[in-house]
């Protein structure tokens, strides 16, 4: 079965930086999509940024300049460098990705998601 695990979440003061990690395990054969949304406590989740198999990159405006996605296609991972980092964006972080199998059949996935906690 497809699973999606993100790691690289913790606790960083403002102005600091972490890099998050996602990978993709099981039968898989393409992932055209991947990306990064969060959802802090009592908010509705928003997308941060997203990568096509292409890299055709789109990011939220919040994050521009701040934020960088990446993918390794070869070893199925996308990853979300996260520099000066800011309170408000405390948050759970959840992987996303559409999936191909060997016979074609796409589907969507979530990770569990990483904790992300800014404070000083």
């Known amino acids: 079965q497809v699973q999606l695990v993100e790691s690289g979440g913790g606790l960083v003061q403002p102005g600091g930086s972490l890099r998050l990690s996602c990978a993709a395990s099981?039968?898989?054969?393409?992932?055209?999509?991947m990306g990064w949304y969060r959802q802090a406590p009592g908010r509705q989740r928003e997308l941060v940024a997203t990568?096509?198999?292409?890299?055709?990159?789109t990011s939220a405006d919040s994050v521009k300049g701040r934020f960088t996605i990446s993918r390794d296609n070869a070893k199925n991972m996308v990853y979300l460098q996260m520099n000066n980092l800011k309170p408000e964006d405390t948050a759970v972080y959840y992987c996303?990705?559409?999936?191909?199998?060997?016979?074609?059949?796409?589907?969507?996935?979530w990770g569990q998601g990483t904790q992300v906690t800014v404070s000083s």
């Open positions: 099981g039968m898989l054969f393409s992932i055209p999509f």
């Open positions: 990568i096509t198999s292409g890299s055709i990159i």
């Open positions: 996303n990705a559409v999936i191909g199998s060997i016979a074609g059949r796409l589907d969507n996935y």
